[in-house]
């Protein structure tokens, strides 16, 4: 969350349970973000892993060449 919506955050904060909503809807944004940010994470943790796999077979293949010669 970036310092000015944390600010604005305890701002709300401050003035009590009368910003309870407003507060909650600051969260539920940030989750969405967090969220958002998270799934594209995974999806580049994926292709590294794909790649790392990748990397395995080839250099497996090579070493059974190289075995074999």
């Known amino acids: 969350m970036p310092l000015a919506e944390i600010k604005q955050y305890i701002e709300s904060y401050k003035k009590?349970?009368?910003t309870i909503s407003e507060r909650r809807n600051m969260m539920l944004q940030h989750k969405k973000?967090?969220?958002a940010e998270m799934a594209q994470t995974y999806l580049h943790?994926?292709?590294i892993n794909?790649?790392?796999a990748l990397?395995?077979?080839l250099e497996?293949?090579?070493n059974n060449k190289?075995?074999?010669i």
């Open 55 to 57: 990397c395995d077979t």
């Open 66 to 68: 190289q075995i074999k």
């Open 33 to 35: 973000k967090v969220e």
């Open 50 to 52: 794909y790649k790392l």
């Open 16 to 18: 009590g349970e009368s």
């Open 60 to 62: 497996s293949g090579l």
């Open 45 to 47: 943790l994926e292709r």
